[in-house]
């Protein structure tokens, strides 16, 4: 968890001077829930971070109670809607390109390594 966490700390710092919009986890949910601007993940960033420094680690202690099932019914649905943007590709290339970066983020156990082969493949 931690390994994505940083990964998607460093996307953000580096993509920022580009021009490009802050995301996490939760972006793609706002966006869902009407959320269009890179306002509501700064909001969404600001909430975390309160919630954080306010609760501390009782927040731990309240998060440790939560079912496992219900956290496998959650991953099941997220793994759901992101295999979503499979239909967004429009030929075999790139159809190929999400497979060889799926299948190395997998097998490496590692997002950044799937992300690099991606640039490489494309």
């Known amino acids: 968890m931690f ?3 940083s990964m998607f700390g460093i996307m953000n710092l580096i993509g920022c001077w580009f021009g490009a919009m ?10 869902k829930f009407g959320g ?3 306002g509501c993940v700064a909001l969404l960033g600001v909430a975390k971070l309160v919630l954080g420094l306010v609760l501390g680690s009782s927040l731990v202690k309240i998060l ?7 956290l496998g019914v959650i991953l099941l649905f997220d793994g759901i809607e992101l295999t979503m943007c ?37």
């Open 3 to 5: 390994q994505q966490c």
């Open 86 to 122: 499979s239909r967004d590709m429009n030929s075999k290339e790139e159809s190929v390109v999400m497979l060889i970066c799926t299948t190395i983020s997998l097998v490496g156990s590692s997002a950044a390594l799937g992300f690099l082969c991606g640039i490489f493949a494309s």
């Open 22 to 31: 802050p995301c996490c986890h939760g972006a793609g949910g706002l966006y």
């Open 36 to 38: 269009r601007s890179g």
């Open 64 to 70: 440790d109670q939560f079912p496992v099932g219900v």
